[in-house]
């Protein structure tokens, strides 16, 4: 069978013959996601820190992009709620320069990623992480569209989660309640309108009417064109960012933020897509195709962008079955940005922030949220540091620390699961496999893999024996497998050992375990004659090794 890992779908579908009625459902799926991707591109820009102009240039660019070269054959590429929280941070610090170098970096990163084959790696995150960064982004989210959604006067926003709330409750009475009743419409709107057609995108509907609404009625209330003036109706030249090493060394680490977050949730999304179609994606093409679009992305002034489950799933929904679906939708947001660019001027900020306000409400999961504070004490630890870091502190810390501390509550647990005991004589319930033991003989079974956070047990348990017998049988055939650690503590029990006169003697060694001694001192310090597969051979060895110290005594 053809090794199709770098294949990208859309490759794969002209292979495999692309007709007529095909290209009508893609043409119709295509039309609509590029539609709905307007206001939501705009509104996650201006979110972000950046114009509204930058999130239409990336979702025609990085959206074109990702679905010529995606994995998925469904996946719609685009800036998303995702990136706001990392994207504003990094303007805020660095400028848009430093931005587009940080996006230009990731986007090397992701190439590098999936040729390196880490796409089936990322899903190893843990899922407390996934949830609850996730619900943290949502939750900031949400909070930076409170002063827009009130048409709140606040000179300048803090920055930080709390003081931002501080600044809302603060400046209450300077709620403008057009903004407000504009914004409220917006979010009903969405909510309701799917319910009496799925046809039609709940977001345009209610842009439109926010916008006739204020246009119509003059209605004092904060648009796109008196907040960030008119929007272009053109692309800019590409152009590459300088940079010098001083920040790219400070930018490496945002950059990673952005690959990662990319990584994860465009595999996110292809897996949802795969839920709904029935489907396979190919992650490593899918990270290739993602590092291409963030390559590309900030050379027009564009953001970072990755797959975006909601209009990978209006796609679905709407009869998109290949990557022409996607393609389609980049052409359509790209004669919208040419040709009707400067209405976009005229929508209301209350009602972008009301589409957001939605966005963050989805992203928020609050249901998997609620799910997992019922789940096991270390998943519930991880979850809300996760969840504190991202809101409170910064998200990169958080998928970082969350990361970590996940790892290590993992390791706990599996340390836990390792025994080391020993095994009684036939009045205490001794297996029958171990009878006719010989006096001088002490068998340890060890249950468990054995690795370097089992390691204090196993010296603690050794620690106990008062007197050490003469042949130390160590059973190990429930030890799936053994690390570096754990073989230098068997190295120095073994050389203790020697040094008392007791003979170790290793039984029910598997292969993978054998092959981790060999490489290493231990073997020669027991004898290769004393690493047996079973413990019947173990005990014939003790008995052998006993039999012969009488010998010599007699002698």
Known sequence: MKNRTFEPQFITVLKEGYSLSRFANDLLAGIIVGIVSLPLSIAFAIASGVKPEQGLITGVIAGFIISALSGSRVQIGGPTGAFIIIVFGIVQQYGYNGLAMATFMAGVMLIIMGFARLGDAIKYIPYPVTVGFTSGIALVIFTTQIPDLFGLTIAKTP????????????????????????????????????????????????????????????????????????????????????????????????????????????????????????????????????????????????????????????????????????????????????????????????????????????????????????????????????????????????????????????????????????????????????????????????????????ADKFRDTMAEIEKMPKVLILQMRHVPAIDATAVSVLESLVVQAHKGGTQVIFAGVNKRVFKAMRHTDLLERVGIENILPDVELALAQAVAIIDAEKEKKGS
């Open 159 to 454: 920055t930080h989660f709390v003081d931002k709330w501080v600044a809302c409750f603060q400046h209450l009475p300077t709620t403008n309640f057009f903004a407000l009743a504009l914004g409220a419409m917006t979010i009903l709107i969405i909510l309701v309108f799917p319910k009496i057609t799925s046809r039609v995108p709940g977001p345009i509907v209610a842009i439109f009417a926010a916008t006739a609404l204020a246009q119509g009625f003059h209605l004092p209330v904060d648009t796109i064109a008196s907040r960030f003036g008119e929007v272009p109706n053109r692309f800019p030249a590409p152009a590459f960012p300088h940079f010098t090493m001083d920040e790219f060394s400070k930018l490496f680490q945002p950059a990673l933020t952005i690959a990662l977050l990319a990584g994860i949730e465009s595999l996110l999304s292809a897996v949802v897509a795969d839920g709904m179609l029935g489907s396979r994606h190919r992650s490593n093409m899918e990270l290739v195709g993602q590092g291409v679009a963030n390559l590309f992305s900030p050379l027009f002034g564009g953001i970072p962008a990755t797959g975006a489950i909601a209009r990978t799933a209006t796609n679905i929904k709407n009869g998109g079955r290949t990557p022409v679906a996607g393609i389609i939708s980049a052409i359509t947001l790209l004669l919208i940005f040419l040709f009707c660019g400067q209405w976009a001027g005229l929508i209301p900020m209350s009602a972008l922030a009301g589409i957001l306000i939605v966005v963050a409400y989805n992203m928020s999961e609050i249901h998997l949220f609620q799910r997992l504070l019922k789940s096991q004490r270390s998943d519930i630890l991880v979850l809300l540091f996760t969840f504190g870091l991202t809101v409170l502190v910064d998200l990169t810390v958080a998928i970082e620390v969350g990361v970590v501390l996940a790892a290590f509550l993992f390791m706990h647990n599996m340390a836990k699961m390792t025994n080391i005991f020993l095994v009684e004589d036939d009045t205490n319930g001794r297996p029958h496999e171990y009878d006719g033991v010989p006096k001088g003989v002490e068998i340890f079974e060890i249950n468990g893999p054995f690795f370097f956070g089992a």
